[in-house]
């Protein structure tokens, strides 16, 4: 039996992919991008129990040398978040396949379909697939929201039970990327190429950080690449928020003015679909 670990699930999202969606995140991610917004799906807990002894509601307790969570004690502080050194958290499920469709039975009547995220969703392919093959069945769209850093090509059973995917961009440049994420993105740009010539991709997204990176550069460069491959897949250009990010990060929001000609450029490279978030 599959198994996969579930950081949560949210019943309803707007912004995760078109129409109303139920999003799954996954936990564990391959990057460890400097301007995380969830930092605590990056590790798996490793039981050191300093957030049972923060935890105000006794909702955590050490049973064999593991962190348990109570989920019906738990108030969902966060406060067992904020105090992991490990940049994880222990609210994580280890989920069967037909636990998650279960769920998704429950909200059916009110999605167009799911999206799967994470952390890094495609660690757990395997876990994925049997999830998207059986949501399809059920008349939902399976969407697929990733870094990119795994070579999709590869996965063909993945990418036959998906119907879009979703791929952060997040530095054209190398070097840059490799900064930002601890990893370089030749497999990234490789994966998008991929996914516009089989017409599966339907969104590629890029953070805009002002202390980091070059943005220009980056919504030029990506922007054109967008443009090439196909101008109507959607460009979202993400305003940096230093909101949930770890401590000591860069703390200033790039203005609307930047934004404004961040959009323009991308419009003017040939992209039909730019959003500003």
Not at 37 to 48: A, F, L, R, V, W
Not at 186 to 194: A, D, G, R, S
Not at 252 to 275: E, H, Q, T, W, Y
């Amino acid at each position: 039996m599959i198994k996969g670990y579930v950081n949560k699930i949210l019943p309803f999202s707007s912004v995760d992919g078109p129409g109303n969606r139920t999003v799954i995140f996954l936990q564990g991610c391959n990057f460890d991008c400097l301007y995380c917004h969830n930092p605590e799906t990056i590790n798996y807990c490793i039981n050191c129990g300093i957030c049972v002894y923060e935890c105000p509601y006794d909702a955590l307790t050490i049973v064999d040398n593991k962190v348990v969570w109570n989920e019906k004690c738990c108030k969902n502080c966060d406060l067992c978040i904020k105090v992991c050194p490990n940049l994880s958290s222990p609210k994580v499920k280890l989920m069967t396949v037909d636990e998650v469709m279960d769920f998704i039975k429950k909200v059916k009547p009110f999605i167009s379909g799911i999206t799967i995220s994470g952390g890094e969703c495609t660690l757990q392919y395997n876990f994925v697939i049997e999830i998207f093959r059986k949501t399809k069945a059920m008349g939902l769209t399976t969407f697929l929201d990733s870094n990119g850093y795994i070579p999709l090509n590869k996965l063909g059973l993945l990418v036959e039970n998906m119907d879009m995917a979703m791929i952060d961009l997040k530095s054209f440049d190398r070097d840059e990327h490799l900064k930002l994420t601890g990893k370089d993105n030749q497999t990234v740009i490789e994966n998008i190429k991929y996914l516009a010539e089989i017409n599966k991709l339907y969104e590629v997204r890029t953070v805009i950080m002002p202390c980091v990176l070059d943005n220009y550069y980056n919504v030029d460069n990506i922007s054109k690449l967008i443009a090439s491959l196909n101008p109507n897949i959607r460009y979202k250009i993400i305003k940096y928020r230093p909101i949930g990010v770890r401590k000591g990060v860069c703390s200033f929001m790039p203005d609307d003015k930047l934004m404004k000609k961040l959009f323009n450029l991308a419009s003017r490279n040939g992209c039909k679909n730019v959003i500003l978030v």
